[in-house]
């Protein structure tokens, strides 16, 4: 039986944090399944996602791919047999502002499911706050909603990784409850 914990990989823009969650992920012993936020709303990015897809299937992973309705999926997915990996809640927090969806409520709807999943799930997670001050109003809402949602997200794991230049810097670690 695993003892991995749910957590959050978080790091900016090719840091290495997906190859730190996946092999967290790997390190398990468990059955992994991939969950997928991105959409392919170009052709650089529908081809940056099929070579994604074909990299996991070669490497063991059952993908599943959801742009918006993550807090389902792991109601339905999680399990102690397996772990899950969200890769990344960045992707789908601005699928989210671009279907014009409620924010704060989606948040919570993901708050309540990782509260109740059943099964460790790792997620992967943008810090974007670190750079300069986006131009537009809706980057600047992005990257508040965005600060906002790693916040909640790491409150309620018991488990926060850093990645820079490939390095993970634990921020959060809480022994499992009677292990």
């Known amino acids: 039986m695993s003892t991995l914990l749910s957590t959050l990989v978080l790091g900016g823009a090719r840091s290495g944090k997906s190859a730190h969650a996946e092999k967290i992920a790997r390190a398990s012993g468990l059955n992994r399944i991939y969950v997928a936020t991105g959409e392919a709303r170009d052709e650089e990015m529908r081809q940056r996602i099929a070579r994604h897809r074909e990299d996991r299937e070669q490497d063991g992973w059952t993908t599943i791919e959801e742009p918006i309705g993550l807090p389902a999926v792991l109601m339905r997915e999680a399990s102690p047999s397996r772990v899950l990996l969200v890769d990344c809640l960045t992707l ?11 924010i704060a409520s989606a948040r919570a709807a993901l708050l309540t499911a990782i509260s109740n999943a059943r099964g460790p799930v790792v997620f992967v997670s943008n810090e974007v706050g670190m ?12 990257r508040d909603a965005q600060g906002q949602l790693n916040q909640a997200v790491a409150a309620v794991l018991p488990e926060v990784i850093f990645v820079a230049a490939g390095l993970p810097l634990v921020l959060k670690t809480q022994a499992k409850a009677g292990g």
């Open 92 to 102: 789908w927090l601005s699928n989210l502002l671009l279907a014009g969806r409620d």
């Open 131 to 142: 750079g300069i001050v986006p131009e537009t109003p809706l980057g600047r809402s992005f």
